[in-house]
């Protein structure tokens, strides 16, 4: 009876503990791999922030509200996520073990990707699209950039920043930049002039990691979002990433787009964990299929090394695409959602104002992407690069096609192929439904893309990736076959026969409803050149390197680059062997401002850029900032005679003037004090300089610099430097004697803007010096003054004299003060005033004394220094 008791007690026991082990074995598979990772946050017994998962919002709230009440729901979001206010014991012991909490993690720091220094819009063919589509600006589009607030101030931005309740406090010079790229409006420089320079910009605080509300999108008409920001490396489909793919779903025509991150040097987590420079994409969030993630290159096009890589946490391809950002993936997120804009504009335009599927950009902007590497997709650059004049060519003639497929459906498209066809590509792309968070696999709808050949039964699959977590096998080049695990699929051809093809669409796996997608298309035809920069409205620097670019279809190697500076007259060599394949040469071009030609030639064809210009930087500078008027002027450029002056309008630089004159006055108070020029060649602007703003060059009326100091102990060194000659009859040194000027030195005529002059007659105490210019019409300017203190005979220097009542009076001494007392005494000689000297140059506070005389004496170590006479007034 005893052993029967004893084995039912381990029974129990066994269970009990079974249980307990089973509870903790679901428990944790309801947490992130941040918070399995850092358990120490569910011991904490302080308020803090936790995202929860439900299965049943409803459940959720009223558990919250009626039994566990210091529980509080901060914000809900699509998909049954809760962001609440907890404590983390609470979370362990109350919440995980609820059976509607399905997921719970924590939010984690943003951090900027690095900013990108250097501008570079021919790489992805955005200047094409400027080119050909100058009436393609972003108007009436409005982007979101979700980081801190730039700097609203900031020229480039006038006019076009929508200030919300969505912004964060803090202004960073990152969110700037990324503002700039994407609509800049160039008009602080050529380099301020972003991809849809006509767009409105709003900002949104990403100290929340998670998407706006769906209110906030459609009240702001936000159609794209850019994000340019990351956490660390986070191989996991989180709450996050749940949430954007709900954003997308929930509002069809809106683009997230994301920097894959700056860490494509470290060590990967999760499912690839210690494959080194894989998977390291810099947030779960990243992780969403209706996003679009972007990795870096290069001008080359050459992926960034520390441009972060997939592929995402379930083999799926990561980075979509990658764009220019020679300093970080945060201008390549940027290129991509300024391209976008101009997409969005375009179809919005053409369709009767109604903005464009998401589904549809991002299928097209995939299909036209240039292929890097070996063919078909890989880990590292995704599809390809950024091509934004190809994604707009099939907008513009329409190579897309949609529709919808239910369980097991199959939908069929005829595709005619025209002959000398050198690659057909076609893509295929869905907005996936959100998957649980922490799921194994992401993908919810599988649809399966094949091509066939009509004229032979010939079938092709989809280019597909080894998802296997060995780095032998990441790195294996693209195969052909099923596709199991990405929303977007891809098929390419080299030299495919002309004829009929038929794409076919496949509902393999649909749990539910039916799935609409895009399908994007493109044929490239064989032996084709393309200049690609400069073309009509671009400008080249002379003197410097510039990297012309152009596309090729030919199998020839090299052609022969030429340029020319007379209308094609005559040619100059570039490279006689510039590789076609490469798409790009370096450029030295020549000391000139001037139209200029190129010229390549292939096995005898010969292909003539557009004319374009090329032009040194002119450089703005002020001569005078008096108060009714203000000069401006510039250095006269070699073979130019007509010149443009811009000023900063309500949005834009505006033409005011053009003139052969390299100086202009300026009248105050005026419209603007920002201003710029621009040489002008025959009909064609050159480079502008630098705009500015002239009441900050560091030039008041006439005088840009005086200082006046005391060299070899006795000697008063004065240098003064004026901004322009124009219109100054002379230039005098004058020094205070007394309570009047009197002139040291007069320069006549003013032949330079640099003067110097030696004053050997220096008093003991103060001396005090200003510059008069003399102008030619009888008018003068004087500058501040300037003072040397000379200890001649004395060891202290008293000023000023008078000093007002409220004001304070400054005590110099020769050297260091030890035990130095200063003493005011009145006419009654009644003490005042007594302070205590600590410093060679220090400003005695006087106590608000009646007008007078008063006497001063100065004492060190108990004995009279010095002694004289104040007046206070």
């Known amino acids: 009876m005893k052993r029967t008791g004893l084995w039912l007690l381990i029974l129990t026991l066994t269970t009990q503990l079974a249980q307990a082990q089973q509870r903790d074995l679901l428990a944790n598979r309801k947490l992130s791999p941040v918070l399995l990772t850092n358990k120490k946050l569910l011991t904490s017994k302080q308020q803090q922030v936790f995202w929860i998962v439900t299965s049943n919002i409803d459940s959720a709230r009223t558990y919250f509200r009626t039994r566990q009440p210091s529980i509080h729901i901060i914000q809900e979001h699509a998909g049954g996520l809760l962001v609440v206010s907890a404590r983390g014991t609470q979370i362990d012991s109350l919440i995980l073990t609820q059976p509607f909490v399905r997921f719970v993690d924590v939010p984690r720091e943003p951090r900027e990707e690095l900013a990108i220094a250097t501008y570079d819009n021919s790489l992805n063919t955005i200047n094409m699209v400027h080119d050909q589509f100058p009436q393609l600006k972003g108007n009436n589009m409005v982007v979101s950039v979700k980081e801190n607030k730039p700097d609203t101030a900031d020229i480039d931005l006038k006019g076009r920043y929508i200030s919300t309740p969505l912004s964060s406090a803090l202004i960073s010079s990152h969110a700037s930049y990324m503002c700039t790229i994407i609509a800049g409006g160039e008009n602080s420089y050529y380099t301020g002039g972003g991809v849809a320079p006509a767009a409105s910009l709003i900002s949104s605080n990403f100290a929340s990691l998670l998407p706006d509300t769906d209110h906030d999108y459609k009240q702001q008409g936000v159609s794209v979002q850019n994000h340019s920001y990351g956490t660390g490396i986070e191989n996991y489909y989180g709450a996050d990433a749940a949430a954007y793919d709900a954003s997308i779903i929930n509002n069809p025509s809106l683009m997230h787009v994301f920097s894959s991150g700056n860490s494509g040097n470290l060590v990967s987590t999760g499912p690839y964990a210690g494959i080194n420079n894989m998977a390291n994409l810099t947030g779960s969030f990243k992780m969403a299929k209706n996003i679009l993630t972007v990795g870096a290159t290069d001008s080359f096009g050459l992926v960034s090394y520390l441009s972060s890589r997939g592929p995402a946490y379930d083999g799926r391809i990561k980075p979509e695409l990658v764009a220019f950002g020679e300093d970080g993936s945060s201008g390549a997120a940027a290129h991509t959602s300024g391209t976008a804009l101009l997409l969005q504009q375009y179809y919005k335009e053409k369709h009767s104002n109604n903005l464009p599927p998401a ?515």
């Open 359 to 873: 589904s549809l950009i991002k299928a097209v902007l995939i299909n036209s992407a240039d292929d890097r590497g070996s063919p078909g997709p890989d880990y590292l650059s995704g599809y390809g690069s950024l091509n934004a004049w190809k994604a707009l060519q099939g907008l513009v003639s329409e190579k897309y096609m949609s529709g919808t497929v239910i369980p097991g459906g199959l939908q069929t498209f005829s595709l005619q192929v025209p002959a000398n066809t050198r690659q057909l590509k076609i893509t295929l792309c869905w907005l996936d439904p959100p998957a649980v968070a922490n799921a194994r696999k992401a993908l919810i709808n599988d649809l399966d893309l094949e091509l066939v050949y009509n004229g032979n039964g010939q079938l092709w699959m989809p280019w597909v990736l080894s998802p296997a977590p060995i780095i032998d096998s990441l790195l294996l080049p693209a195969v052909r076959k099923k596709d199991t695990l990405n929303p977007v699929e891809q098929i390419t051809i080299p030299d495919p026969a002309a004829g009929t093809y038929t794409i076919r669409v496949k509902g393999t796996a649909i749990p539910a409803g039916n799935q609409s997608f895009y399908i994007a298309w493109q044929t490239d035809a064989a032996d084709r050149f393309q200049w690609h920069f400069p073309l009509s409205t671009d400008v080249i620097r002379s003197r410097e390197n510039n990297l012309v670019r152009w596309s090729s279809t030919f199998n020839a190697a090299a052609g022969l680059l030429e340029y020319s500076v007379d209308r094609g007259a005559s040619w100059q060599l570039i490279n006689n062997a510039a590789s076609l394949t490469t798409g790009s040469s370096y450029w030295q071009a020549p000391d000139t401002c001037s139209a200029a030609l190129l010229r390549m030639t292939i096995n005898g064809q010969v292909f003539i850029s557009d004319t374009f210009t090329i032009s040194p930087t002119p450089v703005v500078q002020v001569g005078f900032n008096c108060a009714d008027s203000a000069m401006l002027f510039w250095d006269r450029i070699p073979g130019i005679s007509t010149y443009r002056v811009y000023q900063l309008g309500e949005k834009y630089l505006q033409p005011v003037l053009t003139s052969a004159d390299t100086s202009i006055i300026v009248r105050q108070p005026g419209n603007s004090v920002y201003y710029t020029v621009v040489p002008v060649t025959g009909q064609r602007e050159g480079l502008k300089a630098y705009t500015i703003n002239y009441q900050l060059q560091g030039v008041d009326c006439y005088l840009k610099t005086f200082f006046a100091d005391l060299v070899n102990g006795n000697t008063g060194s004065l240098y003064a430097e004026i901004g322009t000659q124009f219109n100054v009859k002379s230039i005098t040194f004058e020094k205070l004697s007394g309570s009047s000027y009197r002139p040291l030195h007069t320069i006549q005529p003013v032949t330079s803007t640099i003067f110097e002059y030696a004053d050997l007659n220096l008093v003991d105490g103060v001396n005090t010096y200003r510059v008069k210019v003399e102008l030619a019409n009888g008018q003068f300017a004087y500058s501040n003054t300037q003072s040397i203190y000379y200890f001649l005979t004395t060891r202290y220097i008293i000023f000023p004299n008078p000093v007002p009542s409220t004001g304070s009076l400054w005590v110099l001494t020769k050297e260091e003060p030890e035990n130095t007392q200063l003493l005011l005494f009145n006419t009654l000689g009644q003490k005042v005033l007594q302070h205590r000297l600590t410093q060679t140059a220090e400003a005695v506070p006087l106590p608000g004394l009646k007008n007078g005389i008063y006497f001063i004496i100065i004492q060190k170590n108990g004995k009279r220094e010095y002694s004289g006479k104040v007046m206070v007034r």
